[in-house]
């Protein structure tokens, strides 16, 4: 996943990613505006070259819909005669559950790609939307095909084993990238040949395919072409770009005889809805329909890499898949995988059209069904004097076993000192999790802002801003805490600055999605501690003591941080007036695995997040880890712990208050 990632960004960096997502996002949006219009179009465009449009509703209409059309290729067959079907790699196909309906027909079903084909041969699902076969090893593939387990063997085995298929096939299946109403073009993007040999060797040809692929001019077309396939496998273009418009016509297929090729004298496009309309009219999900199919957000999720396809999705996996398969299966089928989602948002981050995927499955994850873990936590959390008895009682015991997140012997409430400096006021949200975990942090922040002249105060009825609530589906449980979190700080005085980045992002951005009522003007008033000490030390160089021997120090964003509240160089920055240096940690997997409830939910796939996010602070030497995010420095805190790594987890805030003059 890294190398995908890696080749990625190489390619767009002879392209601004930008301006193109932009663009396609755009054009897209202005397509599923004009659907019913564009669907018109193709029709008749296609219609017009010879090619014929058929509508199926569902997955069955469509299933039938394609057994007809094999039916009638197949009724010229000599009696005895097995009807052979290739087919060029689809998602499509799959969500319908194609293949076995067609064999149940009788009707050998071949898949040509050769990740497919392994997968077929395998009895397995693809486990990746463009790499199907990113689960098997080449070890895998010679164990099917009975060859030796090299890549040239495994592709000449394929070569030969396919061949005759090819020409014996009757009907050829495929998908299609997009559809193009002002020409009847379909065009399918592949980086093996079989879809040349699949689309023009059979006579029939059937393209099946979403409403959504409809695009309406060729310049959206190559507007996808564009990022499609920078954005799934870091090519400027893809090996092959068939555009297919349609059947050959007569007098060509006379002449094509003469060189070999066949045909196909039919073109038949089955375009699917199976719930697409339903997501249309839905203006939170409308977004997944522009999706292109890339892939891009599974490279990028953590999650994913840890768990693989298989686990993380159902037919369509990943974190669009997350959003389509309630759609497309029914929600039963996507409320498991869903909860694998940590909301870190690199899906949203990488996404070429920008599709909003993190506030799409937290939308299901509030139709769906709550674990019994995840209800007695919100269970608790919404009744702040018996989690406060319960973490009291509980702190002592967790330093007891290693690899346990500790909670603080004491907690800030009990540790702050009454300001007696005479200057502006200042408040201090701790946050649950800075107040109850990570207390240092706002310590720390009290120390920083009492050097810089501020009167300190902190509101002791505070608790929580519903993060962990909304992040476990109970939107109405986050909605409640974040109105008793401005309830409580609704009469404070100055800015309100808080240590945990997260829990910022979350009260001042997500609250109102979560139905949070007004905040009483708390959120103007709320900034993030970041930004807050990073004002500080650039207006008052004298705050921290003169240049010192610089350490080292590994810098881990948190997901929140980086990509909701787009702070970078900030916290770097904040680091280097200090007297640090800051060293980044490799890509291996950018999130540490905490995720809020999600470390509760699946533990042992948070400690392999943990465990890589350990692997990257090794590899740059470094003995101090730096964050400002208490829920990130509690994780990797108990992993380090756990693996006995000598190592030392600080808030950012902690380094500076360290450094003061």
Request: aromatic share 6%; hydrophobic share 40%.
């Amino acid at each position: 996943m890294t190398g995908l990632r890696g080749r990625r960004n190489a390619a767009f960096e002879s392209f601004d990613f930008a301006k193109g997502r932009a663009d396609l996002k755009r054009r897209r949006q202005a397509n599923l505006d004009r659907l019913p219009e564009l669907l018109e179009q193709f029709t008749e465009r296609l219609a017009a070259v010879g090619g014929a449009v058929h509508l199926a509703k569902d997955a069955t209409e469509a299933r039938d819909i394609i057994g007809q059309l094999c039916w009638n290729a197949g009724s010229s067959l000599p009696a005895g005669a097995r009807m052979v079907v290739t087919k060029v790699k689809s998602m499509a196909s799959e969500e319908i559950e194609l293949n076995p309906y067609l064999e149940g027909l009788g009707i050998e079903v071949v898949e040509t790609d050769l990740g497919e084909r392994m997968v077929q041969l395998t009895h397995t699902h693809p486990s990746h939307l463009i790499a199907p076969a990113i689960h098997l090893t080449k070890e895998d593939a010679a164990e099917v095909f009975g060859t030796e387990p090299t890549v040239e063997a495994i592709q000449q085995h394929a070569r030969d084993s396919l061949r005759k298929k090819f020409i014996d096939a009757m009907v050829g299946i495929s998908g299609a990238n997009m559809a193009i109403a002002e020409t009847g073009t379909i065009v399918l993007v592949t980086n093996e040949g079989n879809a040349d040999l699949t689309t023009t060797l059979p006579p029939v040809h059937i393209a099946l395919f979403g409403i959504d692929k409809l695009v309406a001019s060729l310049d959206d077309a190559v507007a996808v072409l564009r990022m499609l396939p920078r954005s799934g496998t870091g090519q400027i273009i893809s090996s092959y770009v068939n555009w297919i418009t349609g059947p050959s016509r007569s007098a060509d297929i006379e002449q094509s005889l003469t060189i070999g090729v066949h045909g196909p004298r039919e073109l038949h496009c089955v375009i699917l809805d199976n719930g697409r309309e339903k997501m249309l009219d839905d203006p939170i999900f409308r977004d997944a329909l522009t999706c292109i199919r890339c892939g891009a957000c599974s490279n990028a999720c953590p999650p994913f890499m840890a768990v693989s396809g298989h686990q993380f999705g159902h037919i369509y996996n990943g974190p669009i898949g997350l959003v389509l398969t309630p759609f497309h299966h029914g929600l039963n089928t996507a409320d498991l995988p869903n909860t694998l989602c940590v909301q870190c948002n690199a899906c949203q981050e990488i996404c070429p059209v920008d599709i909003p995927l993190p506030r799409q499955i937290l939308e299901h994850r509030r139709a769906g069904r709550k674990s019994l873990r995840k209800q007695a936590l919100v269970g608790v959390w919404k009744k702040p004097k018996v989690a406060d008895r319960l973490l009291r009682t509980a702190a002592p015991f967790t330093s007891l076993v290693p690899g346990t997140p500790r909670l603080a012997q004491t907690p800030y409430r009990d540790r702050v000192h009454s300001s007696r400096v005479d200057g502006e006021p200042l408040t201090i949200f701790a946050s649950c999790l800075a107040d109850r975990v990570w207390p240092e942090s706002a310590v720390a922040l009290e120390r920083i802002a009492t050097a810089a002249g501020f009167r300190v105060g902190f509101p002791k009825e505070q608790w929580c801003c519903g993060l962990i609530a909304a992040n476990a589906g109970d939107f109405a449980a986050g909605a409640d805490l974040s109105g008793d979190l401005a309830a409580s700080l609704r009469d404070s005085k100055g800015l309100i600055v808080t240590p945990s980045a997260s829990c910022f992002g979350a009260f001042t951005i997500d609250a109102p999605d979560w139905g949070a009522k007004s905040d009483q003007g708390v959120r103007d008033r709320m900034r993030d501690s970041t930004r807050f000490v990073l004002q500080l030390l650039e207006s008052n160089e004298k705050l921290v003591e003169a240049k010192r021997m610089s350490l080292k120090i590994a810098y881990h964003d948190s997901c929140q941080s980086l990509r909701q509240l787009g702070l970078r160089s900030e916290p770097r920055r904040v680091l280097e007036l200090a007297g640090y240096e800051v060293v980044d940690l490799p890509d291996i997997a950018n999130c540490c695995g905490f995720g809020g409830t999600f470390s509760l939910e699946w533990p042992r796939v948070a400690d392999r997040l943990a465990e890589w996010k350990l692997d990257a602070i090794a590899k740059t030497g470094c003995e101090v880890i730096a964050s400002d995010n208490p829920g990130c420095l509690m994780h990797i805190d108990a992993a380090a712990r756990k693996r006995h790594m000598k190592l030392r987890v600080a808030h950012v805030l902690e380094l500076v208050a360290e450094h003061l003059a």
